[in-house]
């Protein structure tokens, strides 16, 4: 699993890890020097996830997040260290407790332009829009990282994650080239009726652009990247795959396989689904890897089965 | 023996009909080919997923919209029977909420009840909050006013607490209940396998029932008189209709208005008695339902359940609603009966500052003491300095909004002699709300200052349609709580819409809705107490009339004074009040409701001693709410508007409890 290398061998800058130096080995940007540890590390408390993974990958932990259990679910990877604080709800970061942990910089996004000069009398705040209306979520991922690399002065760190990303999207399609011929969903189950369907501006539709693959739903979607529709609007497409994220909400699973609906759709007629693991939707770099590398794995597990 | 037919209603019944039928028509040709319509009806090709979703999606929906929609209009006619009340329907007593939010918690915190059977779960809650809206307009004789005030604040308290479920557990990633909002999609029969015995038995009880339930339209004494058991046909009737209503919440979510408005239509057309309404109401009912739907699919074509129908008819019911009030024979408002024995202290100087000190010392007690990382400490000195900047604002903005919604809630009590009668139900906070929603999904990235331009004009706005529709009739009290009870009602229902489409935006409104004090700087809070300051020292302007319009609209007359001059001063206070505190903790604003009452059972009874303690007991448990919310699941924080509620909603069912 190599993209677990680029997360891992970055982090080995600051910390050997035994799984970092197994890494090492695999590195595919082994030539870098380990830049000189700098003294004070910055103090980063990150209200974005996306934002946040990035900041893990390339090797720093910020201070503090805001819903360490939205991350525990929707996030998983890279896996949250037990010392980063948890500063409340997204909406309303704890205020008090966000001075008396005395960050430098507090990295925020457009969403929470509202509470913006609260922040700014604790820290200076920077904004970073991962999802804006004008989409290209991988594009300004890469942005972002770059903005992150260049204030935590791990521009090397933050170059290798670009370059270790778009090698790993390139292995992936050469991996995925014999079952690329079918289009595939990407939904998340709302209710059992219900789903959100990734489409353009999302950030799966730009991994799907990078690997290969063919996305089934080509409609409408809003800012975030998504579309709200019926299970039923997905049978336009005959011989598409569904994938479906996890978490599942309460009572969806149990009710599908019971509908005549679900079961004379085309995908699941034809046995076509694949069931991934949550993967961050409003994520960057390291969920278009991780969501990559859970759909590689899952479509190639289910062509062994046959 | 066959009395007047009731001709109006049955020629309505086929024009809604004959229009669902072709939106029908038109959004089944989009689906299928006509040639294949009766194939798909009997023996659909399973192979042909067009089939499909015609026999096991549009059919089962249609069935589903017209057996809720007779199921509504049954147990609208039922309840206004049983009732006695014109204006009793599904939504306006309340039963609706109550079941959906027994559904809504049993989903998220014991699915396992579930297991037990849906409708078990839906009919505690429907039972619970009827009782709750008999308790709470008991002493006003369940008069028909009073019922649907209590049902408003019943609705309100089980929206709040809703609320809390989605802020709380903060999953703007996901779903916010779009069955909640009266989605009637289907994908197979088991639903309408499930509600036809369910609805067919209780339809079958009512049926049993027709001559002892037409009796109960007489007033006691007549029906008395001729051996009638009145306490078991009223309790049988109220059972059979709230059971209809649990049965439709628990396979749909909550369809709005179509129980009033098909018992209402089947009135006003012409159906006279009972056993005529049993009749037409259904159908209209049916009919209703089964056209709305059918646009709504016709609107949204392949687009999910994006518009869910139940949150469609609520906005079309809430002009309904409207429209009906002058057509409808309320019959007089029982005077109030809340100067019964309640206690009166000789001393009311003690009382008031035995209530000051209790605030200053939780004033104290929010500003110093709260967790932080290190757990719960007193703050002193060089610690203090930070701590105070962000608390000040927060605890002075709970404490003007406090005391100025006790003072617009005691006002508008006395104003309308009606114990329920609250803030919010002039329809004020909605129409701020309104404004904010506007603001929120309008603008790109609306900051404070833009939002709470735009709640302050949504709020006069909402005042202006509210005065507008209270001027004619000289704005008497109940003409102005209904139509704020309409104005609150279209507001839920467009908030139902936002919310179901998960749009992110809408948990930033529903945070906002539930009464958060977080955002509040030292501008807005001093900005907002010098507003509390100001309309504080007017008020002893008022206190005059406050001892007097309690007496009824005659009788301050006779004592020189100009009724409709006066009220419209009063309600113009009760406007500035309520959008002032409004906009600092969102529009649940249960505590003026509440603190008069507290203050009258507290033994003060004249306008100006109950003014006062009124205002001092807002302030006490405002910032008591504000303090509890941001301490005790740090450093998470419970809205203070919603800590009110919940604490406050018990409150008042004690305080107004059957005496």
């Known amino acids: 699993?190599?993209?677990?290398?680029?997360?891992?061998?970055?982090?080995?800058?600051?910390?050997?890890?035994?799984?970092?130096?197994?890494?090492?080995?695999?590195?595919?940007?082994?030539?870098?020097?380990?830049?000189?540890?700098?003294?004070?590390?910055?103090?980063?408390?990150?209200?974005?996830?996306?934002?946040?993974?990035?900041?893990?990958?390339?090797?720093?932990?910020?201070?503090?997040?805001?819903?360490?259990?939205?991350?525990?679910?929707?996030?998983?990877?890279?896996?949250?260290?037990?010392?980063?604080?948890?500063?409340?709800?997204?909406?309303?970061?704890?205020?008090?407790?966000?001075?008396?942990?005395?960050?430098?910089?507090?990295?925020?996004?457009?969403?929470?332009?509202?509470?913006?000069?609260?922040?700014?009398?604790?820290?200076?705040?920077?904004?970073?829009?991962?999802?804006?209306?004008?989409?290209?979520?991988?594009?300004?991922?890469?942005?972002?990282?770059?903005?992150?690399?260049?204030?935590?002065?791990?521009?090397?760190?933050?170059?290798?994650?670009?370059?270790?990303?778009?090698?790993?999207?390139?292995?992936?399609?050469?991996?995925?080239?014999?079952?690329?011929?079918?289009?595939?969903?990407?939904?998340?189950?709302?209710?059992?009726?219900?789903?959100?369907?990734?489409?353009?501006?999302?950030?799966?539709?730009?991994v799907f652009d990078r690997i290969g693959l063919r996305n089934a739903w080509a409609g409408e979607t809003n800012y975030w990247g998504f579309s709200t529709v019926g299970i039923d609007g997905l049978a336009t497409s005959s011989d598409a795959r569904l994938a479906y994220l996890e978490p599942l909400p309460e009572g969806a699973g149990g009710t599908l396989t019971e509908s005549p609906v679900w079961n004379a759709m085309p995908f699941v007629r034809n046995r076509s689904i694949i069931r991934l693991p949550a993967v961050l939707m409003f994520g960057a770099l390291p969920s278009a890897t991780r969501f990559a590398r859970v759909l590689a794995k899952a479509m190639t597990g289910e062509a062994a089965r046959g | 023996m066959l009395g007047k037919q009731p001709a109006a209603a049955i020629l309505l019944c086929a024009v809604l009909s004959a229009a669902a039928a072709a939106a029908t028509a038109s959004n089944l040709t989009v689906q299928l080919p006509s040639a294949l319509w009766l194939q798909s009806l009997t023996a659909p090709d399973i192979d042909d997923m067009r089939q499909v979703l015609v026999h096991y999606a549009f059919l089962p929906r249609l069935t589903v919209s017209l057996l809720c929609g007779a199921a509504l209009g049954l147990a609208g006619t039922v309840l206004q029977q049983v009732l006695r009340n014109p204006l009793a329907s599904p939504e306006t007593v309340g039963v609706s909420a109550g079941a959906y939010l027994a559904l809504a918690l049993a989903t998220l915190l014991a699915p396992s009840l579930l297991a037990y059977g849906r409708e078990w779960v839906a009919l505690a809650g429907a039972f619970v909050a009827i009782s709750a809206v008999f308790a709470l307009s008991w002493h006003k004789g369940l008069s028909p006013l009073s019922v649907?005030?209590?049902?408003?604040?019943?609705?309100?308290?089980?929206?709040?607490?809703?609320?809390?479920?989605?802020?709380?557990?903060?999953?703007?990633?996901?779903?916010?209940?779009?069955?909640?909002?009266?989605?009637?999609?289907?994908?197979?029969?088991?639903?309408?396998?499930?509600?036809?015995?369910?609805?067919?038995?209780?339809?079958?009880?009512?049926?049993?029932?027709?001559?002892?339930?037409?009796?109960?339209?007489?007033?006691?004494?007549?029906?008395?008189?001729?051996?009638?058991?009145?306490?078991?046909?009223?309790?049988?009737?109220?059972?059979?209709?709230?059971?209809?209503?649990?049965?439709?919440?628990?396979?749909?979510?909550?369809?709005?208005?179509?129980?009033?408005?098909a018992a209402s239509l089947a009135r006003i057309g012409g159906a006279r008695r009972l056993s005529q309404r049993l009749v037409m109401a259904p159908l209209i009912g049916a009919a209703l339902l089964w056209a709305a739907d059918q646009a709504v699919q016709l609107a949204t074509r392949a687009q999910g359940d994006l518009l869910p129908t139940g949150a469609i008819t609520a906005l079309l019911g809430a002009p309904l609603l409207l429209w009906l009030l002058p057509r409808l024979a309320l019959g007089l408002e029982i005077p109030a009966l809340t100067e019964e024995r309640l206690p009166r202290t000789g001393r009311p100087g003690l009382v008031l500052a035995t209530i000051g000190l209790s605030l200053l010392l939780l004033l104290g007690l929010a500003l110093l003491y709260g967790p932080g990382p290190d757990g719960w400490t007193f703050a002193f000195g060089d610690q203090l300095q930070p701590l105070l900047s962000w608390r000040w604002p927060r605890v002075s903005a709970a404490l003007a909004a406090g005391a100025m919604l006790a003072l617009a809630g005691l006002m508008m009590q006395r104003l309308t002699g009606n114990p329920m009668a609250s803030p919010e139900v002039l329809g004020i906070s909605a129409g701020a709300a309104l404004g904010m929603m506007v603001a929120l999904f309008s603008l790109d990235d609306a900051g404070r200052p833009a939002q709470t331009a735009a709640a302050t004009v949504g709020a006069f706005a909402a005042l202006l349609v509210t005065l507008a529709m209270g001027r004619r009739a000289a704005y008497a009290p109940e003409r102005l709580l209904l139509a704020g009870v309409a104005l609150t009602a279209l507001f839920d229902a467009l908030i139902l819409v936002l919310t179901a489409t998960g749009d992110p935006r809408a948990v930033k409104l529903l945070n906002w809705l539930t009464g958060s004090t977080y955002g509040v700087d030292a501008g807005a809070a001093l900005l907002t107490g010098a507003i509390a300051f100001c309309l504080l020292l007017l008020a002893p302007l008022f206190l005059r009339w406050l001892d007097m319009l309690p007496l009824g609209s005659s009788a301050v007359q006779s004592l020189g004074v100009d009724v409709p001059k006066t009220r419209l001063l009063v309600l113009l206070m009760v406007a500035a009040l309520t959008a002032a505190s409004t906009l600092i903790v969102g529009p649940l604003t249960f505590i003026g409701l509440m603190a008069p009452h507290l203050t009258r059972r507290l033994g003060l009874a004249r306008a100006l001693p109950q003014a006062a303690g009124a205002v001092l007991v807002g302030a006490l448990i405002m910032v008591a709410a504000d303090w509890i919310g941001r301490t005790v699941i740090f450093p998470r924080q419970v809205p203070a508007g919603l800590v009110a509620t919940l604490i406050g909603g018990p409150m008042l069912m004690w305080l107004l409890r059957r005496r």
């Open chain 2, 148 to 261: 649907v005030l209590a049902g408003l604040v019943v609705s309100l308290y089980a929206g709040a607490v809703g609320a809390a479920l989605i802020v709380l557990r903060h999953e703007w990633l996901t779903s916010l209940f779009i069955w909640g909002a009266g989605s009637l999609g289907q994908q197979d029969w088991t639903t309408t396998l499930w509600l036809l015995p369910r609805i067919g038995a209780a339809a079958l009880v009512i049926g049993l029932m027709v001559r002892p339930l037409t009796l109960l339209g007489l007033d006691d004494e007549g029906a008395r008189s001729l051996g009638v058991p009145l306490g078991v046909y009223r309790f049988a009737g109220l059972a059979a209709s709230v059971a209809l209503i649990a049965f439709v919440v628990a396979a749909v979510g909550v369809v709005g208005f179509v129980g009033l408005a």
């Open chain 1, 1 to 206: 699993m190599p993209e677990r290398h680029i997360q891992t061998a970055i982090r080995s800058r600051n910390r050997m890890t035994r799984r970092a130096a197994l890494g090492l080995f695999a590195l595919p940007f082994a030539g870098i020097v380990p830049s000189t540890v700098e003294a004070k590390p910055l103090r980063i408390v990150c209200l974005d996830d996306g934002l946040a993974e990035t900041l893990l990958t390339l090797g720093v932990n910020p201070v503090a997040i805001a819903g360490r259990d939205v991350w525990e679910n929707w996030v998983v990877e890279p896996p949250l260290p037990p010392e980063i604080a948890d500063v409340g709800t997204l909406l309303e970061p704890n205020l008090e407790l966000l001075q008396q942990l005395a960050p430098d910089i507090i990295l925020s996004m457009p969403y929470l332009d509202g509470i913006k000069p609260l922040l700014e009398r604790v820290a200076p705040v920077t904004t970073i829009g991962l999802y804006t209306e004008a989409g290209q979520p991988y594009q300004r991922a890469i942005e972002a990282t770059r903005q992150l690399a260049k204030l935590v002065g791990k521009e090397t760190e933050g170059e290798a994650l670009i370059t270790a990303t778009d090698a790993y999207f390139s292995e992936v399609r050469r991996e995925l080239a014999p079952l690329s011929a079918r289009p595939i969903y990407i939904v998340s189950f709302l209710d059992p009726r219900n789903v959100r369907v990734y489409g353009r501006k999302s950030l799966f539709q730009e």
